[in-house]
C-alpha cells in the first residue's frame, strides 16, 4: 500500500503567515492527491484535487503543487477561519490513503 | 444541494455487527462511486471501502477486509456498511462520502460507532 507522510505534524502561524505543508508519498502517485480542511466536530472539506485544482469555493489563498512523490499545500495569507487540521490523501490506487494530518495553530 | 446521512450508529460488543446507512439525496446516486471513511476519536481519517456506481468494483481497507461489506440500493439513493466481527479499534466516526472529480466532494455528518464490552 502507499503511505502519506506529512509535514510538520503541528504547525503554529500567526494570522498573515505565509503556510506550506509538505506531503509525500512511497512512491509515485503522479497528481492524483486531494487537500482536505477538518475542524473540530467537523466533516472534512475538499480543497485541492488533482494536486493543483482548486474545489469550487475554495479561496484563491489556497494553493496544491507537485507531482510524483512530493506535494505541498501552501496557504497565501493565513485567515483566521483557517486554524483547522489539514490532511492529504492519494487516490493513485483503489486503495486511498491519507497522511497523519497538519494542525495548524494560532502563534 | 448534496445531502449525505448516515445511520445506524450505536454502542456495540465485541465480536457483533452493525450495519451502517447513508441515504444521499440532491445528486444522481448512480453516477457516482461511494465511500465510507472512518474517523477514531481525536484521530486521523482512515478510508475504509469503496464502490462503484453499479457494484462491479468494490475495495477494502486491509484492517476490515472479510469482516465488511460494502453495498448500495441505487433505486433507494442508499450506501450501506455491514460490519461484522467488530472490534474495538474499529471504534471510529463513520463518514459516508461521494466521489468527486478527484478524492471526497461530498461527505455525511458521521455516525459514531462504539466498540466496547
Known amino acids: 500500500d502507499i503511505q502519506m507522510t506529512q509535514s510538520p505534524s503541528t504547525l503554529s502561524a500567526s494570522v498573515g503567515d505565509r503556510v506550506t505543508i509538505t506531503c509525500r508519498a512511497t512512491?509515485?502517485?503522479?497528481?492524483?492527491l486531494a487537500w482536505y480542511q477538518q475542524k473540530p466536530g467537523k466533516a472534512p472539506k475538499l480543497l485541492i484535487y488533482k494536486a493543483s485544482s482548486l474545489e469550487g469555493g475554495v479561496p484563491s489563498r489556497f494553493s496544491g503543487s507537485g507531482s510524483g512523490t512530493e506535494f505541498t499545500l501552501t496557504i497565501s495569507s493565513l485567515q483566521p477561519d483557517d486554524f483547522a487540521t489539514y490532511y492529504c490523501?492519494?487516490?493513485?490506487?483503489?486503495?486511498?490513503?491519507f497522511g497523519q494530518g497538519t494542525k495548524v495553530e494560532i502563534k | 444541494e448534496v445531502h449525505l446521512v448516515e445511520s445506524g450508529g450505536g454502542l456495540v460488543q465485541p465480536g457483533r455487527s452493525l450495519r451502517l446507512s447513508c441515504e444521499a439525496s440532491g445528486f444522481i446516486f448512480d453516477d457516482y462511486a461511494m465511500h465510507w471513511v472512518r474517523q477514531a476519536p481525536g484521530k486521523g481519517l482512515e478510508w475504509v471501502s469503496s464502490i462503484n456506481w453499479n457494484s462491479v468494483s468494490i475495495n477494502y481497507a486491509d484492517s476490515v477486509k472479510g469482516r465488511f461489506t460494502i453495498s448500495r440500493d441505487n433505486a433507494k439513493n442508499s450506501l450501506y456498511l455491514q460490519m461484522n466481527s467488530l472490534r474495538p479499534e474499529d471504534t471510529a466516526f463513520y463518514f459516508c462520502?461521494?466521489?468527486?472529480?478527484?478524492?471526497?466532494?461530498?461527505w455525511g455528518q458521521g455516525t459514531l460507532v462504539t466498540v466496547s464490552s
Open positions: 490523501q492519494q487516490y493513485n490506487t483503489y486503495s486511498w490513503t
Open positions: 512512491q509515485s502517485i503522479s497528481s492524483w
Open positions: 462520502a461521494k466521489e468527486g472529480r478527484g478524492g471526497v466532494d461530498y
